[in-house]
């Protein structure tokens, strides 16, 4: 009540910063399970060390043991982050879910003088975070109980920073592309970025090098931006290890960047044409209020 | 023997401790004493949050009485679950049971099989319900695409169609439209009046149902049973009383407050309304009146219609509780 | 307007069966009426399938091993089932109203339950021989089964023991007083990891895959792998005659535990309102 008392122009158009902090902190207000220590545990460690277990264990039985070994490193340091592809592409596509057919507010959303797509974006941002406690939690189970080497004096921040940024950019774009998808999908999509995030794994260089794939998955992956993005954190993270990752050795840090960035303006701007092509369908019929009975 | 009875009754939630509240308990029903006779069409009338959901749920064996006992056919609710189950049946207003992907047909011939009713039998006795019920051309819909009314028709249907001997219904035409509504009223009545065994208990906050369709009505509120008769007889109580509805062109709650004080006057509400204020009183005799319209002219408020009217259920309850059932629905103050 | 079918009741085993039937009917028929289980069941499944074959490539592991991935990922199917669609089942029914009218029938709930399991069994084996026959064509697997009675005798009872416990659980969801959702979320990773889905059990020391082992899939995974990939049998964690006893008493006990946790669980809602937990 009180804006329109305060705004006395009632076609002011809330700023992009304005929509993306507020959705931003909705996003961070239901994703976010501090209060309670159960669901967090859940979550944010029990899932993402039980995930890492399994691949310790699988390389365990093969090498028994050395996680010192570059094969290991890497491959722990992939499985890490890949926590964030997840949580990016998820983060929009259960946005709209959770909105559409949990709070019902989506339709609300759309009404309301905000830009929806930077609305969504907010609400990812939020997971991402949370997904970041993750990450952290599994790199830390590796540096203390495998001795895995990762110091953080030997770390590249300006390149990490670099490489971190534009990945969660272009893995945003991508969540959208994905949610746009789910503006039209009827039933069971609440998995579909999850899902499809555990999909990429295999094109994304991730836990194994895109070399071990048959020559046509190999191209899938090379169009994909997760691979480029994963080999720039290793090679931030651990310069020496991460170089011996056999993947894109021939290309310098700076052409991996400069890759990545390519990347992340082609993908925007296909997330652009997607959301709106995909914005109109929904429109059209009639999906933006829909709640999905199972 | 009674179809159902309660013997002070009562059932107490306990609420537990949270940030903003502490540990307590919630009275939901209180020394609830009741007798339904069987082939009777019985109604518990009273606002939401009465009591009335918790005294059906105690009833179908879903929730176990805190004190007293319930009886339905004879049978102890806590002590004789599973032989109650085979006799009774129950429907509430907007419920969702069933599965969405499975048709109108599919899911309430699972539900026969839940009572033993052979397939051949329940699939005849399910067509003749959605025949009765207008939804025969549904009956290979998915649930899922239903509307709410067709929804609770499909309700009303799985509550009939196994025969039970005690049927609850809760707030059976919630959601339904009017002529939807006064259709289920119809084949709920006839269903009573067919067998003399039937009984049938039916919960509602609508007036009109419970006068219309009950041969006798309990008024509940606050988990307590404030009165018990026919409808007729409920009335009737209020017979002495002189029954108006005044239209007035003002009247705030403060002379409202002051008009309660004079002579005569028992019950009242008042509602504010575009032209002004509507008076809904129930007055000791018509001799009263006459100080009231004076009251009102002295303070300056102009009667637009006046009529003294036969007592209705909602006047029963405003003399029994002090307030419309809307009101207490609303939280009013006291 | 009096009803002209007359209806009669049957009780008992009949009642029970009917139950059985009628419960396990949603299941049945939702494989063929929502199609989206194609994608969501056979597919995502698939691709974490090749994922982890990908792996044992890179770290370049015995073939036997890839055989262990398919099987365990025909497995996951079984596992998931029961989080999602056994233990939480309960919780939802109660969201969805359902749990009240069945509580409300003259059938017992155990009849409902074994309902559940039968039509989940039913839909889940389709969707595991689904992954096991693409992983097979893939990645071309050898199997050498050196006992089929044996080998049916394991997957029996690990199901019947694995339903059992799903039945159990469903339950106890109710009664924890969690939602249903963070419940399975708990469950799903930390077993994924101890019961061997897709290395063998015996990587744990003894004590890890024997407290593992409380989960049927453990033993039966493991008495499989020994039964169709006898070349590996030395990586067994117990041999299979004992697993089958094992997985024997595990069925007994799940069932038992199922049946009394029941029991317990709808006395307590009753008690305390839990059936459908709104207050009016």
Known sequence: MSSAETTPNSEAKPGKLLTFRTSAWLGWMIESNWTDPFIFAIYSIIRPISTAAILIVMYLVIRGGDFGSADFVNLYIGNAFFILVGAAIQGVSFGILDDREHYRTLKYIYIAPVRVPVYLFGRSVASILVACFSVLITLGFGIIFLKMPIALAEVKWGLFAAAFVLGMAVMICLGLMLGSWTLIIKNNAWSLGESLGAGLLIFSGAVFPLSVLPVPLQWVGSALPISYWLTLIRRALVPGIGRAYPMYTNLSDQQLILILLGFTLVYAALAALIYKRFDFIARERGNIDMVSNY | MFAVETEALGRIYKVKKTRKEAAHTLVALDNVNLSVNQGELFGLLGPNGAGKTTLIKVLTTLLAPSSGFAHVNGLDVARQPEEIRRQINMVSGGETSGYGLLTVRENLWMFTQFYGIPSRQANARIMELLKIVGLEDRANTKSSNLSTGLRQKMNIVRGFMTDPTVLFLDEPTLGLDVGAARDVRRFVRQWVDDDPTRTLLLTTHYMVEAEEMCDRVAIINQGKILACDTPQNLKQSLRSEGVYSLQVSALDEKDFEELKGIAGFRQGTLRQVESGAELELVLSDDSVLAGLLGFLTAKGSRITTLHKREASLEDVFISLVGKSMKDVENGAAD | MALQTKVTRNSGARLFLQSVIGRSYPRVIGTQRDLSWLFFDIFLPFLTMVGYVYIYRALKAPEEYIGFVVLGSAMTAYWINILWSMSSQLYWEKETGNLALYVMSPTPLMAILFGMASGGLFSTTIRALVILVVGNLLFQVSYTITSFWALFLVFVLTMVALYGMGMMLSSLFLLFNREAWHSANLLQAPVMLFS?????????????????????????????????????????????????????????????????????????????????????
């Open chain 3, 196 to 280: 061997g889905f897709y290395f063998p059990v015996s990587a744990f020391n003894f004590w890890v895959a024997a407290a593992a082992s409380i989960v049927p899939l453990t033993l039966g995974m493991d008495a499989i792998r020994q039964l169709v990939f006898p070349s590996t049998a030395l990586l067994g964690f117990l041999s299979v005659k004992l697993e089958l006893i094992i997985l024997a008493i595990l069925s007994v006990l799940f069932l038992a535990a199922a049946f009394l946790t029941l029991r317990r669980m709808e006395r307590l809602a009753i008690k305390h309102g839990k059936i459908t937990d709104r207050l009016d």
